[in-house]
């Protein structure tokens, strides 16, 4: 029998939850990893022979253990590229994010989900989470991901027919949810701001949640505010604390960039991502490498106050990460037009939301009084995205008399998402043409008219540039224009209609021409968008 499941595609690790129904517990149980120990997975993978993705492939803990044996077969953070998918070159061969987020999902699910549920098990419906900063490319290329890995899976399966896949889930409104279940006993009307810092991103969300009467079974989220950074997290913190290790050790750039130092970086990275964890909670640990460039070995204590000073901007890469959050956060409250004191509740998510130092920020500027943090973090999301999952079969199940509902706690779930970009169109002058603000309720859509480039030499056909779109600085695609006929018309006299809709994390571009088809009728045709 089948169950929905929840999966949190992390850039540093990763998790799967499914719903359990027992006679202690009733709610989403994130899966063990048997090799790691763990209820996640670090999102790691080390491929031997990229023309044989089958054979010796390790994941998680498995695959770091060969990063510094066969570093240039080693991948990681591959989630920061899922925005342009462009292919990973390697000297061995090339792979893309997409197709490496695939390998993941399908060995989540397949070594550590059906060996739990049975050989036949097939997931009733499965919800994955992005970070609410990503854009429509990254959400798309992360459903296509989840659906190769599916199809992988069960293409034999006599039970599969193709539509497992519920999309995506902004990771804050997972978290949201994994909160609300979490403290069932305790809601009330409140505001609450979501912090959550991983591996790769950093999404700071606030919304106010309602929870009426238990009579009603009614939830209610309204996002009002969002912001964030898709390229900040604890891999760039790794990265500075690398720099300053380097530094320390007397190690130019150019030394640690020669290929003959290749393992000693890659052991090097991964002594510093272990120090930097186990710092989260003592106050002094030793980074340990053996073979260090010239030397024998490398024995360096480091202190928390000293990852402090390198989140600083002082030492290392020189990058301020902390002022970096706190601008998102205040930044994020300016939007959502609260004081400080009208937070109820701030929610920490993600593995480097540990970091004492950032604990600290949120601690000094909202209470330590208001702080919730599970405690495991990492498995926050994908309980969230889990509940998610029920909830969505309960819905549309629920004219089914055969189909048992799983969610006995809220009857509606209603989720008032906002855009967290600007979206718009380039113009002629290479302007952006802001058509949907950002901090706008979705769904919402806007129609801009515009005027044809220009008439085909003998004025049967106009013509019109293919649609250059924007979410926020990012150029995210380009949606080609179909035949648009003029019929006696002139330039000026041909309306040329662009609507954008925003819903959730997808993104619709509809094209509308009075009078736009051959044989005169209107035009009317959804844009496919192209992604840059």
Same mark, same amino acid.
């Not at 342009?84 to 390998?103: A, H, Q, W, Y």
């Given at each position: 029998?089948?169950?929905?499941?929840?999966?949190d595609?992390g850039?540093?690790c990763?998790?799967?939850?499914?719903w359990?129904?027992?006679?202690?517990?009733?709610?989403?149980?994130? @899966?063990r990893?048997?090799?790691?120990?763990?209820?996640?997975i670090p999102?790691?993978?080390?491929?031997? &022979?990229?023309?044989?993705?089958?054979v010796?492939?390790?994941?998680? =803990?498995?695959?770091?253990?060969y990063?510094?044996?066969?570093p240039?077969?080693?991948y990681s953070?591959?989630?920061?590229?899922?925005d &342009?998918?462009?292919?990973?070159?390697?000297?061995?061969?090339?792979?893309?994010? #997409?197709?490496?987020? +695939?390998?993941l *999902?399908?060995?989540?699910?397949?070594q550590?989900?059906?060996?739990?549920?049975?050989?036949?098990?097939? $997931?009733?419906g499965?919800s994955? +989470?992005?970070?609410?900063?990503?854009?429509e490319?990254?959400?798309r290329?992360?459903?296509?991901?989840?659906?190769?890995?599916?199809d992988?899976? @069960?293409?034999?399966?006599?039970?599969?027919?193709? /539509?497992l896949?519920?999309?995506?889930?902004?990771?804050?409104?997972?978290?949201?949810?994994d @909160?609300?279940?979490?403290n069932?006993?305790?809601?009330?009307?409140q505001?609450?701001?979501?912090f959550?810092?991983?591996?790769?991103?950093?999404?700071?969300t606030?919304?106010?949640?309602?929870n009426?009467?238990?009579?009603?079974?009614k939830?209610?989220?309204?996002?009002?505010?969002?912001?964030?950074?898709?390229?900040?997290?604890?891999?760039?913190?790794?990265?500075?604390?690398?720099?300053?290790v380097?530094?320390?050790?007397?190690?130019?750039?150019?030394?640690?960039?020669?290929?003959?130092?290749?393992?000693c970086l890659?052991?090097l990275r991964?002594? #510093?991502?272990?120090?930097?964890?186990?710092?989260?909670?003592?106050?002094?640990?030793?980074?340990h490498?053996?073979?260090?460039? &010239?030397?024998?070995?490398?024995?360096?204590?480091?202190?928390?106050?000293q990852v402090?000073s390198?989140? =600083?901007?002082?030492?290392?890469?020189?990058?301020?990460?902390?002022?970096?959050?706190?601008?998102?956060?205040?930044?994020c409250?300016?939007?959502?037009? *609260?004081?400080?004191?009208?937070?109820d509740?701030?929610?920490?998510?993600g593995? +480097?939301?540990?970091?004492?130092?950032? =604990?600290?920020?949120?601690?000094?500027?909202?209470?330590?009084?208001?702080?919730?943090?599970?405690?495991? $973090?990492?498995?926050?999301?994908?309980?969230?995205?889990?509940?998610?999952?029920?909830?969505?079969?309960?819905?549309?199940?629920?004219?089914?008399?055969?189909?048992?509902r799983?969610?006995?706690?809220?009857?509606?779930?209603?989720?008032?998402?906002?855009?967290?970009?600007?979206?718009?169109v380039k113009?002629?002058? /290479?302007?952006?043409?802001?058509i949907?603000?950002?901090?706008?309720?979705t769904?919402?859509?806007?129609?801009? +008219?515009y005027?044809p480039?220009?008439? /085909?030499? &003998?004025?049967?056909k106009?013509?019109?540039d293919p649609?250059?779109?924007?979410?926020?600085?990012?150029?995210?695609?380009?949606?080609p224009?179909?035949?648009? @006929?003029?019929h006696?018309?002139?330039?000026k006299?041909?309306?040329i209609?662009?609507?954008?809709?925003?819903?959730s994390?997808?993104?619709k571009v509809?094209?509308?021409?009075?009078?736009?088809?051959?044989d005169?009728?209107?035009?009317?045709?959804?844009?496919?968008?192209?992604?840059?």
């Open positions: 029998m089948g169950k929905p499941i929840g999966i595609l850039t540093t990763s998790a799967i939850a499914g359990k129904e027992s006679a202690l517990y009733v709610g989403p149980e994130c @899966y990893f048997q090799l790691e120990e763990k209820n996640f999102s790691k993978i080390y491929i031997p &022979d990229l023309n044989n993705r089958e010796n492939v390790r994941y998680g =803990r498995g695959a770091i253990q990063a510094t044996i066969e240039e077969k080693f953070a591959f989630k920061r590229g899922m &342009d998918n462009k292919e990973i070159c390697r000297p061995f061969g090339n792979i893309t994010p #997409v197709e490496l987020s +695939s390998m *999902l399908k060995r989540m699910i397949t550590d989900v059906i060996p739990v549920e049975g050989p036949d098990f097939v $997931p009733e499965v994955v +989470s992005v970070p609410y900063y990503f854009t490319p990254p959400c290329n992360t459903r296509t991901a989840l659906t190769q890995a599916l992988d899976i @069960y293409s034999e399966n006599m039970e599969y027919e193709g /539509n896949n519920l999309g995506t889930l902004p990771e804050p409104v997972a978290a949201g949810l @909160y609300a279940f979490s069932l006993d305790k809601l009330t009307t505001n609450i701001l979501i959550d810092l991983g591996g790769g991103t950093f999404d700071v606030i919304y106010e949640l309602k009426n009467s238990k009579s009603d079974l939830l209610d989220f309204t996002i009002l505010a969002t912001d964030g950074d898709d390229r900040l997290g604890g891999e760039d913190f790794d990265s500075s604390i690398l720099t300053y380097l530094d320390k050790q007397g190690i130019s750039k150019e030394m640690a960039n020669d290929p003959k130092y290749k393992k890659a052991q991964l002594a #510093v991502t272990d120090a930097k964890c186990i710092l989260s909670y003592v106050d002094t640990e030793t980074i490498v053996d073979s260090f460039f &010239d030397q024998d070995f490398l024995n360096m204590p480091i202190e928390s106050i402090e390198i989140l =600083r901007g002082e030492k290392g890469d020189k990058v301020d990460y902390i002022s970096k959050i706190d601008d998102i956060v205040e930044r409250m300016r939007k959502s037009e *609260l004081r400080k004191d009208m937070i509740r701030v929610v920490l998510v593995g +480097s939301s540990k970091i004492p130092c950032i =604990r600290k920020l949120i601690e000094e500027k909202f209470g330590a009084n208001k702080i919730f943090q599970s405690p495991c $973090p990492e498995e926050t999301v994908a309980r969230g995205a889990c509940i998610w999952a029920t909830y969505k079969m309960d819905q549309e199940n629920k004219d089914n008399p055969n189909y048992a799983h969610l006995h706690y809220w009857d509606t779930i209603i989720i008032k998402e906002k855009t967290a970009h600007n979206l718009g113009d002629a002058h /290479n302007h952006i043409d802001t949907i603000a950002s901090n706008k309720f769904p919402v859509r806007a129609t801009r +008219s005027l480039n220009r008439l /085909n030499e &003998d004025g049967t106009a013509v019109l649609l250059v779109i924007h979410q926020g600085k990012k150029e995210i695609g380009k949606i224009v179909p035949v648009i @006929y003029a006696g018309r002139q330039r006299d041909i309306n209609l662009i609507t954008l809709i925003a819903e994390t997808s993104v509809l094209i509308d021409v009075p009078k736009g088809n051959e005169g009728s209107d035009l009317h045709t959804e844009g496919q968008i192209q992604i840059a």
